[in-house]
């Protein structure tokens, strides 16, 4: 057996959850033998010298990632400024293999909570002993580069949550109508970090904005919209005021429809890529909300309130999708324009072809990482073994 640490954001963000399960699902899958996954939440967990010894003992690898830790939150207390709260001096003390998988550079916009020497200082000591060090795009790689890690030593791989397997969201003949079904996400989390000041008046102008363009497309063609909350009740101060906006009968809720995915955990992951794989058109505002149904080869705009979308659009070759909040709360872009842009998206066949194109040119590069992790894993087990096997544990 395969005995895996895997160090993540396992919180209540269902993006990351399918990340997460996406990432051990096809690590599992690269391998005949049997792996074992131990979960580890990287905002509750300090590694102390009593959790390196207990990672030394019961695991043959530590997986760190992937998803957005590259973010310094001052309420959990990290000694690395980022999501691996572990202190530079006991990183010696680890003696399992450590990979670095997909991690995100993750500040915000408006984030003023960083400490960028003690942050570069950690990452720069985590590269030189990590066995493999990737990051999820060519941004994350550019910002990482500028506190003095090595380009050359960074692998690229996309986001796991691309890759993330599904099941058909069975609640879907629910939603009546024949028009599109947009899915829409909405980002509740961190408004002052998102936005400059004024940001709530900001941040409300952004979604007034969408929800006149939903009504638009609600008239015209008939469509449906399905509220996508990654953050429950987070994601959803808006609801009520869209459901006004573009009236009820056209408005669906994730949660009412298919309760049991909330709160997130390893059985919710394949419905709620399933919801994403129902719809015609995702609006989101979170990176997920984009990858997702990116993943599932179906279209999208990303309302870009974070690096890491534009980051995420670049690598991929499809910028034409993004929207900037600032041209919707400046009024640069009408709520009317914003309507015809997304019929453009729905109906142009090319836009399709673009992202199936995008997409499958992904599959080979992600393929290849997981048989690499799966290989250092495996030095980790003979390390075991050998310690198992030498005299001195035999005749202890």
Same mark, same amino acid.
């Given at each position: 057996m395969i005995r895996i640490w895997h160090h993540g954001a396992w919180n209540r963000n269902l993006g990351d959850w399918v990340l997460h399960e996406s990432t051990q699902h096809h690590i599992a899958r690269a391998t005949s033998r049997e792996v074992s996954f131990t979960s580890i939440d990287s905002q509750k967990t300090r590694y102390d010298q009593r959790k390196i010894e207990e990672l030394n003992d019961t695991a043959d690898l530590l997986l760190v990632g992937g998803g957005g830790l590259v973010f310094h939150r001052p309420e959990d207390r990290?000694?690395? !400024?980022?999501?691996?709260?572990?202190? %530079? $001096?006991?990183?010696?003390? /680890?003696?399992?293999?450590? +990979?670095?998988?997909g991690i995100g550079y993750n500040r915000f916009p408006f984030d003023r909570n960083s400490d960028s020497r003690r942050l570069a200082q950690h990452l720069r000591e985590v590269q030189d002993r990590a066995a493999l060090?990737?990051?999820?795009?060519? !941004?994350?790689?550019?910002?990482?580069?500028?506190? !003095?890690?090595?380009?050359g030593r =960074?692998?690229?791989?996309? @986001?796991?949550?691309?890759?993330a397997p599904w099941n058909v969201w069975n609640e879907r003949d629910q939603v009546e109508g024949d028009g599109p079904l947009i899915a829409w996400n909405f980002s509740g989390d961190r408004p002052r970090h998102r936005y400059p000041e004024p940001h709530? #008046?900001? #941040?409300?102008?952004? +979604? $007034? &904005? *969408?929800?006149?363009?939903?009504?638009?497309?609600?008239?015209?063609?008939?469509?449906? /919209?399905? =509220? *996508?909350?990654?953050?429950q009740t987070i994601d959803e101060r808006y609801d009520e005021h869209i459901a006004h906006v573009?009236? %009820?009968?056209?408005?669906?809720?994730?949660? $009412?429809?298919?309760? #049991? *995915?909330?709160?997130? %955990?390893? $059985?919710?992951? %394949?419905?709620?890529?399933?919801?994403?794989?129902?719809?015609?058109?995702?609006?989101? =505002?979170?990176g997920h909300s984009c990858m997702i149904p990116f993943g599932r080869e179906k279209r999208f +705009?990303?309302?870009?309130?974070?690096?890491k979308t534009e980051f995420f659009l670049e690598d991929v070759?499809?910028?034409?999708? &993004?929207?900037?909040?600032?041209?919707?709360?400046?009024?640069?872009?009408?709520?009317?324009?914003? &309507?015809?842009?997304?019929?453009? *998206?729905?109906? @142009?066949r090319s836009v399709g072809a673009a992202i199936t194109q995008a997409r499958r040119a992904l599959q080979s590069d992600f393929e290849r990482l997981n048989r690499d992790v799966l290989r250092i894993a495996q030095r980790g087990v003979s390390q075991r073994l050998e310690k198992r096997d030498a005299p001195h544990h035999r005749h202890r």
């Open positions: 990290s000694v690395s !400024g980022w999501q691996w709260n572990i202190a %530079r $001096e006991d990183l010696a003390r /680890v003696r399992v293999p450590i +990979v670095v998988y060090f990737s990051v999820r795009n060519t !941004g994350t790689r550019s910002a990482l580069s500028s506190l !003095g890690l090595s380009p =960074m692998r690229l791989v996309s @986001d796991a949550a691309i890759f709530l #008046e900001r #941040e409300a102008a952004c +979604v $007034e &904005a *969408i929800a006149e363009a939903l009504r638009t497309l609600c008239e015209s063609r008939g469509a449906r /919209v399905l =509220m *996508i909350p990654h953050l573009v009236g %009820r009968d056209h408005l669906f809720r994730l949660p $009412e429809l298919t309760p #049991e *995915i909330y709160p997130p %955990r390893a $059985e919710s992951t %394949r419905r709620f890529v399933g919801a994403y794989a129902s719809c015609d058109l995702a609006i989101g =505002m979170r +705009v990303a309302l870009s309130t974070h690096a070759g499809l910028q034409n999708l &993004a929207v900037s909040p600032q041209d919707l709360w400046t009024g640069r872009l009408s709520s009317d324009d914003l &309507a015809d842009r997304l019929l453009h *998206i729905l109906d @142009d």
